[in-house]
């Protein structure tokens, strides 16, 4: 059989642990036996960000500005424990958030979805995909614990100018912060959301507190506002899709009550507890995708979990472990499926849709790894196999 042909580098970002034994798994299962993968790849395991004073990250990120389109596995991220076990020469910062830093992105997570598998919540029958605006806030507050006295926000502009407002005359001890956040960063965050709710055909909604924070989040709302009004009205209109603006309690009430099928951007803070929410009820953090995107459209594909470190120290020790590797396929479709659409390689892309559909089938047909078999109410009982096992299912009905 002739394998598909690739015309453009996609930027390939290896990673740590667990993630790292599927990494290769799944590229010799089920992609190079069908794929002449082309890809420009940058290990990103601890290892290598020590050794090379973390520039291999740096390297990555500029690959994905370079090609538009990357797929990174699982890493860890150092803490005293990992400086320990790795003999680290620093605590190397989290690559995904230098990565997301450099490409200026938003974060969208969305879930996979099984028959036999039922979010907790029954009416929602398509994915919710989840944007979080991951700059500022509550993340980056300046925060005082503070006697008895008066507390004032201060401003002073480039020319020396003060502007001052009376927080609160505290009578009592008592705590205060301040938050912010740049027009630059919502900006950015706005556009990848137009953007990448145009690219995936889904209505797009946006929620804040504006009726409070009329500053604040009046902002954002404005920023969002303007943005879509002078780029993107028409797009939206041509695409069959709608941007919505509600408050975030409005937001949480349609959200329960909705059959899904939408994008959802959040604030910070709103997006970091949502994303939990929302992820836990549709059932498994294995079945979890996610997506970087620029606002001047550059992608980077993952699973949303981690480096699955418990199964890793089970595979050191020699035992089958049954760690369930679907976000991290669909990571890959995600990045072969973009890259086609870029390049006019209706093949790839369509090379990415079948094995979606091979991967989704065998679990739907009750050949489950262990995590998924503890939620199945799928008619017939399921099966639960090991990595392998589970990996060659896929590739059987990838062949037919
Ligand atoms: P984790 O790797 O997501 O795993 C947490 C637990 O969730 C696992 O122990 C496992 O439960 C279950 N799980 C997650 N993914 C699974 C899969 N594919 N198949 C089956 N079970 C799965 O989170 P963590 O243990 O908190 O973090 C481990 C390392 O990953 C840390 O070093 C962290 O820095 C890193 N991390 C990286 C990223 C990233 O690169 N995007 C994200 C998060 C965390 P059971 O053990 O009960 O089976
Ligand atoms: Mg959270």
Redesign the pocket.
């Known amino acids: 059989m002739e394998r598909i042909k690739m015309s453009t580098p996609l930027v390939e970002i290896d990673?740590d642990e667990m993630t790292r034994i599927l990494w290769a798994d799944i590229k010799r299962e089920l992609l190079e036996p069908f794929v002449e993968l082309k890809t420009e790849y940058y290990d990103l395991s601890l290892p290598e960000r020590d050794k090379s004073g973390d520039q291999i990250t740096v390297d990555a990120a500029n690959a994905i500005k370079k090609y538009g389109v990357g797929v990174k596995c699982?890493?860890?991220?150092p803490n005293a424990q990992?400086m320990e076990e790795y003999k680290l020469h620093e605590m190397w910062k989290s690559p995904?958030g230098t990565i997301r830093a450099m490409l200026d992105g938003t974060v969208f997570r969305a879930p996979i979805l099984v028959k036999g598998i039922s979010p907790v919540v029954k009416n929602w029958k398509q994915p919710i995909t989840i944007a979080r605006h991951a700059y500022g806030d509550v993340y980056r507050a300046t925060e005082m614990r503070v006697p008895q006295g008066k507390a004032e926000l201060l401003f002073t502009d480039l020319d020396g100018k003060e502007t001052r407002a009376t927080v609160y005359n505290f009578e009592c001890p008592g705590v205060l912060s301040a938050q912010y956040n740049k027009d630059s960063s919502i900006r950015s965050f706005a556009r990848s959301c137009f953007q990448y709710a145009l690219d995936t055909r889904q209505d797009l909604w946006f929620s804040s507190k504006d009726t409070i924070a009329k500053k604040y989040d009046g902002t954002f709302k404005s920023i969002f506002q303007e943005i879509y009004e002078a780029d993107y009205k028409e797009k939206f209109e041509a695409a069959g899709i709608t941007y919505f603006y509600t408050l975030i309690d409005d937001a949480v009430a349609r959200i329960i009550r909705s059959k899904g099928g939408m994008i959802w951007a959040c604030k910070n803070y709103d997006g970091d507890v949502m994303s939990d929410m929302v992820s836990t009820a549709f059932g498994s953090?294995?079945m979890m995708t996610s997506v970087l995107v620029s606002p001047d459209g550059n992608y980077e594909f993952?699973a949303a979990?981690?480096?699955?470190?418990?199964?890793y120290y089970r595979y050191l020790k020699g035992e089958q472990t049954s760690?369930?590797p679907m976000?991290t396929i669909f990571a890959w479709t995600g990045a072969l499926k973009k890259r086609g659409e870029l390049d006019g390689l209706e093949e790839l892309v369509r090379f990415g849709e079948k094995l979606e559909k091979a991967a989704i089938d065998t679990i739907e047909a009750g050949t489950v790894?262990k995590?998924l078999a503890a939620l199945w109410e799928g008619e017939t009982p399921a099966t639960a196999v090991n990595t392998a096992d589970f990996l060659a299912a896929i590739r059987r009905r990838l062949e037919q």
């Open positions: 990673g699982a890493t860890i991220t990992r995904n953090l294995a993952e979990h981690g480096t699955v470190t418990r199964h760690t369930n976000a790894t995590d």
